[in-house]
């Protein structure tokens, strides 16, 4: 996957496309591993099952 996981403060949702519409551009926890706890975005997910994810 990608290099980065970014989730909004507050949120569950973890984003790994920076080409997502609601990647997080203030106010976010970044890491560099998911470790499984919340969710993965279903907008990131599509965008990397296309070959879209950037």
């Known amino acids: 996957m990608a290099g980065s996981y970014r989730k909004k403060k ?3 949702t ?3 496309c920076s ?8 106010d976010y ?5 998911y470790n499984g ?3 993965l975005c279903n ?3 599509a965008k990397r099952d296309a ?4």
């Open 43 to 45: 907008e990131c997910k």
């Open 14 to 16: 973890w984003h790994f």
């Open 29 to 33: 926890d970044e890491t560099t591993s």
């Open 19 to 26: 080409n997502c519409s609601r990647w997080p551009t203030s």
């Open 51 to 54: 070959g879209d994810c950037k």
């Open 10 to 12: 507050g949120s569950d």
């Open 37 to 39: 706890t919340g969710e």
